[in-house]
């Protein structure tokens, strides 16, 4: 059963605008969650991350915010550019101490020139 | 300074062979990850090891997979026989492995097709 899910398998966004990636999760037990990038033919790479005793951490045009009563998580990325073009992957560690992630199933953004 | 290496980068076989997929975790990392990707379920989590002993393999679909860390340099996963719901693409990843929120460095992949 899929702890984190991504319901939006595809996202269209126009250069300059907004682009905002959903992620749910099931688990309360969940205390860390990350969001990674991947472009076609390599490996995802880290993106940015939040702590569940936030909710909201910011990294230049990225910013995660974190709704734990509705355990939902959200990726803003502001403005979009063509290069952030990829598959976004939510993810979540289940514990503290935990080192494995869950992770979704991904949502492709394309930003559009 | 070279990130995690994982070879073949491609691999096409027949059902019912043996596939073995190879890993190099990034030097000083002691937590490595083996995922599958499909399009299905994302990135499933088949195995992980700390310290070169698996610690969940509870991903693991089926007794056709099997992996191994012999060493802290080295990690490999064997499918076999294969079948062609086994094509997917397979990541390594490792990370520190603290215990703490760390990151996973991930490999490029190895995208198996059965035929």
């Known amino acids: 059963d899929q702890q984190v899910k991504q319901n939006s398998p595809s996202l269209s966004v126009q250069e300059g605008r907004i682009s905002i990636l959903n992620c749910d999760y099931t688990?309360?037990?969940?205390?860390?969650f990350l969001w990674y990038k991947k472009y076609p033919a390599e490996g995802p790479t880290f993106l940015i991350s939040i702590s569940s005793i936030k909710d909201k951490n910011e990294d230049g045009r990225f910013t995660v915010f974190l709704n734990k009563s509705a355990k939902h998580l959200s990726l803003h990325i502001v403005p979009s550019q063509p290069g952030d073009s990829a598959v976004y992957f939510c993810a979540a560690r289940p514990q503290t101490g935990a080192n494995n992630l869950f992770f979704g199933t991904g949502t492709r953004l394309t930003v559009i020139p | 300074d070279a990130g995690v290496i994982q070879s073949p980068r491609h691999e096409v076989t027949e059902m019912g062979q043996e596939v073995t997929l190879r890993c190099k975790p990034i030097s000083g990392h002691n937590s490595l990850f083996w995922y599958r990707q499909t399009m299905m379920r994302g990135l499933e989590l088949l195995i992980y090891f700390n310290n070169n002993v698996p610690i969940d393999d509870s991903g693991m679909p089926e007794d056709r997979f099997s992996a191994k860390m012999p060493n802290a340099s080295f990690s490999t996963l064997k499918i076999q026989p294969s079948e062609p719901r086994d094509s997917a693409v397979y990541f390594c990843?490792?990370?520190?492995?603290?215990?703490?929120?760390?990151?996973?460095?991930f490999g490029p992949g190895t995208r198996l097709t059965v035929l």
């Open positions: 688990n309360s037990m969940f205390d860390y």
């Open positions: 990843a490792s990370s520190l492995g603290g215990g703490g929120a760390d990151t996973q460095y």
